[in-house]
């Protein structure tokens, strides 16, 4: 099968509320480089990759523009602005991917543990099915809640997985899940999830646990641990 052009979208426009910062999370800094550099450095030298974009909020445009410029200075970048929600900062992303492209990967900015291979995984698997996403078996049991926090329903534990991202896709089909989305006003926690909607087929690529995303501030404190280890 001929390689195809993989385009990246990184949302990072995210205000980070659930960690009490000031900074965004992406923009946090860890020994010396943002929590976003440390991230975008795992894609560097990924086959295939020809774009990466990245929307942000309107303060960080600039930086955001420069670093990528730094980072891949051989291939095509664009910092766009972010949107109220995750899937609207994508949405803005996609505008950019040119036609040339025929896969487009989605990675949270706040992820900057994901492996090569772990991408290349996934990245085979979308060729072949349309849709694959990194995922990690679920280690708890996952418990549905109803509005008193009364437990409704316990799903078998052997069904469920974590999903991480990257998640990539066809490119054909991921704009017409989002097409698809907007038409019918949902909005999915992950892109998946807006494929799926539609009744198109993603599968799970089993990946590592250390591709975790930084959320709480014991997060932080673990991402600034395993970054400080890794020199
Ligand atoms: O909020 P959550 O943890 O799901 O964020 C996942 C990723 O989506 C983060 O990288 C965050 O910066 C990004 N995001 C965004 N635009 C928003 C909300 C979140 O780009 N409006």
């Not at 929600?85 to 990967?105: F, H, M, V, Y």
């Not at 992820?111 to 990690?136: H, M, T, Y």
């Not at 690529?205 to 501030?217: H, L, R």
Request: with cysteine; proline share 4%; charged share 25%.
């Amino acid at each position: 099968m001929e390689k195809q052009q993989l385009a990246l979208i990184i949302p990072a426009a995210g205000k980070g509320e659930r960690l009490g910062n000031q900074v965004p999370k992406p923009y946090l800094k860890i020994a010396g480089k943002s929590i976003l550099e440390h991230t975008l450095t795992r894609f560097k030298g990924v086959s295939g990759l020809g774009e990466v974009i990245v929307s942000t909020s309107e303060e960080y445009l600039l930086q955001t523009g420069e670093l990528l410029k730094e980072l891949f200075p051989d291939i095509a970048t664009h910092a766009v602005p972010g949107g109220r929600e995750r899937q609207d900062s994508i949405k803005n992303a996609l505008g950019k991917i040119s036609g040339k492209t025929g896969l487009i990967a989605v990675h949270d900015a706040v992820r900057p543990f994901v492996s090569r291979n772990d991408i290349e995984k996934c990245i085979k698997q979308a060729s072949r099915w349309g849709g694959a996403v990194l995922a990690v078996p679920a280690k708890d049991t996952i418990k549905v809640a109803g509005t008193d926090l009364e437990i409704v329903k316990t799903p078998d534990r052997n069904t469920l997985w974590q999903a991480q991202t990257p998640q990539i896709f066809w490119a054909a089909l991921f704009r017409e899940a989002y097409q698809y989305a907007e038409v019918n006003r949902f909005h999915g926690s992950d892109d998946a999830s807006l494929i799926e909607k539609m009744g198109g087929k993603v599968v799970l690529v089993e990946g590592s646990a250390k591709n975790f995303k930084i959320t709480y501030p014991l997060d932080l404190q673990i991402a600034d641990f395993l970054i400080q280890k890794e020199g």
